[in-house]
């Protein structure tokens, strides 16, 4: 089964948020690329559409957009995801994964592309209605 660390940016306040998502809600992002759009709900941000910006795998290596599928690749890089040049004109080989979400990804990274209000309100609201279920 599969279990995401999900990281979704607010661009309107610069804040992030963190949840942890498994089963059902986690089976919504397998399969889907970088760039693609997912619905809030499944991190609990019902009326928030959420687009796919990035994510790493069990071992910290990255996903990459201009790369297809879910395999490992060895790319030789002289810039952009998953290396960052110490001097002009520097290249190494690094390995990276493809675009697509699976079971071998740790985290997802996702920002807002639709919603009304912000992030940190709608999360207020769900912990108010909690709080209110449990009196």
């Known amino acids: 089964m599969a279990e995401f660390k999900v990281v979704v940016a607010d661009p309107e306040t610069g804040e992030a948020f963190q949840f942890e998502v498994d089963g059902q809600d986690a089976n919504r992002f397998l399969g889907r690329d970088l760039g693609d759009e997912v619905d809030g709900a499944a991190v609990g941000l019902d009326g928030f559409t959420l687009k796919?910006?990035?994510?790493?795998?069990?071992?910290g290596r990255p996903l990459r957009a201009d790369v297809p599928g879910a395999n490992?690749?060895?790319?030789?890089?002289?810039?952009g995801v998953g290396f960052s040049p110490s001097r002009d004109g520097e290249r190494k080989r690094i390995t990276v994964r493809g675009r697509e979400i699976s079971n071998e990804v740790a985290q997802i990274n996702a920002s807002v592309a639709?919603?009304?209000g912000s992030v940190a309100d709608a999360l207020s609201d769900d912990e108010d209605?909690?709080?209110?279920?449990d009196e």
């Not at 060895?74 to 810039?79: P, S, V």
């Not at 209605?129 to 279920?133: I, K, P």
């Open 52 to 59: 796919l910006t990035g994510a790493s795998d069990n071992t």
């Open 129 to 133: 209605e909690d709080a209110a279920d």
């Open 114 to 116: 639709d919603g009304d």
């Open 72 to 79: 490992l690749k060895e790319l030789l890089l002289t810039d």
